[in-house]
């Protein structure tokens, strides 16, 4: 099982931006990767996802235009580059390995068994 590390998380104001790391143990590069985020009382949440070769992404219509998701895998890293915060996006965000076929289709939470630490992300108003 791969172990995936998040980090990049703090606190910014409304209209800022940041950048959260996930960082894999061992090569990915033949897997999908993807974001997940969930606020506290609230279910989690599809956030992005990104094929093997990092040509195709996916995005919840609550972050398209403001989130973009890239891959290194010759550094088996993922980023979530978040810009124009709202304080709609507060909560942990988790990184996640996905299946080897890209179907371009919103993550289920409901189908990954094991979740990392995550990071927070708080923003304020």
């Known amino acids: 099982q791969v172990q995936l590390a998040e980090?990049?998380?703090?606190?910014?104001?409304?209209?800022?931006?940041?950048?959260?790391?996930?960082?894999?143990?061992?090569?990915?590069?033949?897997?999908?990767?993807?974001?997940?985020?969930?606020?506290p009382g609230k279910e989690r949440?599809?956030?992005?996802?990104?094929s093997w070769g990092g040509t195709r992404?996916?995005?919840?219509?609550?972050?398209?235009?403001?989130?973009?998701?890239?891959?290194?895998?010759?550094?088996?890293?993922?980023?979530?580059?978040?810009?124009?915060?709202?304080?709609e996006d507060t909560a942990v965000y988790y990184c996640l390995q996905g299946p080897r076929l890209w179907t371009g289709s919103a993550w289920n939470p409901h189908d990954f068994d094991s979740w990392g630490q995550g990071t927070q992300v708080t923003v304020s108003s």
Do not use: H
């Open 7 to 39: 980090s990049g998380g703090g606190l910014v104001q409304a209209g800022g931006s940041l950048r959260l790391s996930c960082t894999a143990s061992e090569d990915t590069s033949s897997y999908t990767m993807g974001w997940f985020r969930q606020a």
């Open 45 to 50: 949440e599809f956030v992005a996802a990104i």
């Open 57 to 87: 992404t996916n995005y919840a219509d609550s972050v398209k235009g403001r989130f973009t998701i890239s891959r290194d895998n010759a550094r088996n890293m993922m980023y979530l580059q978040m810009n124009s915060l709202k304080p």
